[in-house]
């Protein structure tokens, strides 16, 4: 392929990721730290376990070897966001594993369409390339909520697939 080939391959894989990536943001918005977690009016020093539980915190006592209060308890502080900070990471973990779900198919999807439906080699390459960045993009949001054995399961059934496709395009086009 040469140099011109090249550099239209990877312009036309950087713009269909774009496509996909603001395509998928336009339609199925992501969750916002803000709309679950908004900012707090107060200054309030929050010094009692009690009353960070009532704002939806979670007390966090210090260490032992920290000093006592005068009354003998031991201190410690308020984490203010703990309550509505677990409702958005739920959230954004719902949403990752959708944007997994949708983002791996339409990925092969897109190699599939550049390695046999597309002759022309810068074409079909770019399209290649933006497949590998969508599966990527799905993948990379919902990998770390995933467990071991998933991982495994998904990366050999897209092993498995990315070579039958590579022998069916290789066939179509006439290539060994």
Do not use: H
Not at 7 to 19: G, K, N, R
Not at 23 to 29: A, K, Q, V
Not at 48 to 75: A, F, H, M, S, V
Not at 111 to 122: D, K, P, R, T
Request: net charge neutral; aromatic share 14%; proline share 3%.
């Amino acid at each position: 392929m040469r140099m011109k080939n090249f550099i239209l391959s990877v312009a036309i894989m950087i713009v269909t990721l774009s496509v996909v990536i603001y395509g998928i943001n336009t339609f199925y918005e992501r969750p916002k730290y803000s709309d679950f977690c908004g900012e707090f009016k107060t200054q309030e020093i929050i010094e009692t376990q009690q009353r960070c539980e009532e704002i939806g915190g979670q007390w966090n006592p210090y260490p032992t070897e920290y000093p006592k209060k005068i009354d003998g308890e031991l201190g410690g502080w308020c984490d203010r966001d703990y309550t509505c900070r677990q409702e958005y990471d739920n959230a954004k973990e719902i949403w990752s594993r959708n944007i997994f779900l949708f983002a791996i198919p339409l990925g092969i999807a897109i190699i599939a369409l550049g390695s046999l439906v597309f002759g022309l080699e810068v074409v079909g390459a770019g399209l290649m390339g933006g497949g590998v960045g969508t599966i990527l993009y799905g993948i990379g949001g919902y990998w770390r909520y995933t467990e071991d054995w998933l991982k495994f399961l998904i990366s050999l059934i897209g092993l498995i697939a990315l070579i039958w496709l590579s022998y069916r395009a290789n066939k179509k086009f006439g290539k060994k």
